[in-house]
T-cell receptor, first 115, second 111 residues
Framework: EAGVTQFPSHSVIEKGQTVTLRCDPI?????LYWYRRVMGKEIKFLLH????????ESGMPNNRFLAERTGGTYSTLKVQPAELEDSGVYFC?????????????FGPGTRLTVT | GQSLEQPSEVTAVEGAIVQINCTYQ??????LSWYQQHDGGAPTFLSY????GLEETGRFSSFLSRSDSYGYLLLQELQMKDSASYFC????????????FGTGTKLQVIP
């Protein structure tokens, strides 16, 4: 079974540019989450999809961040325009809707650096 | 909202036992999870407690006391490869399985 994959692994962009991060969850996992970890701080929740629907987007910092999950498969997180404080590691995680839904499988993360 | 507290750093000797505590404040509590993250890696699931008591998985055990809003992760027979950050995470709230992570405890295992 393939794990959660994320692309790109690293991205360096200038302030004001746009970046789109992609996450492919484990096949069959209805739950998809985006998190961000900044400079060794907590893993901060951004939002949660159940299939293609946004269940909870309370952690999204502002309207410069836009997440989509068309068709309930892969998800994208777009940052436009990027600011310096957006730098960090963005993790995606997925879990099944039933059974061990409490166990989240994390992707390797995308390290975003905004200069 | 939810808040969690855990020590920022812990140092322990190889072969010893270490306990990482986690206290939380939340409403609509479902359960407490623990994740391990090595530097540069992805967090990986270790354990989940929904009910009071101790759950054992090999060298790792996790404990929960719902009445005290407290849990801990116990690592036995420490190995150098256990050096990593350990996060407790609360699954709570009225929505679908929202998980809030603590700030993490950086464990350093020394020879």
């Amino acid at each position: 079974e393939a794990g959660v994959t994320q692309f790109p692994s690293h991205s360096v962009i200038e302030k004001g540019q746009t970046v789109t991060l992609r996450c492919d969850p484990i096949s069959g996992h209805d739950n998809l989450y985006w998190y961000r970890r900044v400079m060794g701080k907590e893993i901060k929740f951004l939002l949660h999809f159940v299939k293609e629907s946004k269940q909870d987007e309370s952690g999204m910092p502002n309207n410069r961040f836009l997440a989509e999950r068309t068709g309930g498969t892969y998800s994208t997180l777009k940052v436009q325009p990027a600011e310096l404080e957006d730098s960090g590691v963005y993790f995606c995680a997925s879990s099944p809707r039933t059974g061990r839904g409490y166990e989240q499988y994390f992707g390797p993360g995308t390290r975003l650096t905004v200069t | 909202g939810q808040s969690l507290e855990q020590p920022s750093e812990v140092t322990a000797v190889e072969g010893a036992i270490v306990q990482i505590n986690c206290t939380y404040q939340t409403s609509g509590f479902y359960g407490l999870s623990w994740y391990q993250q090595h530097d540069g890696g992805a967090p990986t699931f270790l354990s989940y407690n929904a009910l009071d008591g101790l759950e054992e998985t090999g060298r790792f055990s996790s404990f929960l006391s719902r009445s005290d809003s407290y849990g801990y992760l116990l690592l036995q027979e420490l190995q150098m490869k256990d050096s990593a950050s350990y996060f407790c995470a609360v699954r709570a709230g009225g929505g679908y399985q929202k998980v809030t992570f603590g700030t993490g405890t950086k464990l350093q295992v020394i020879p």
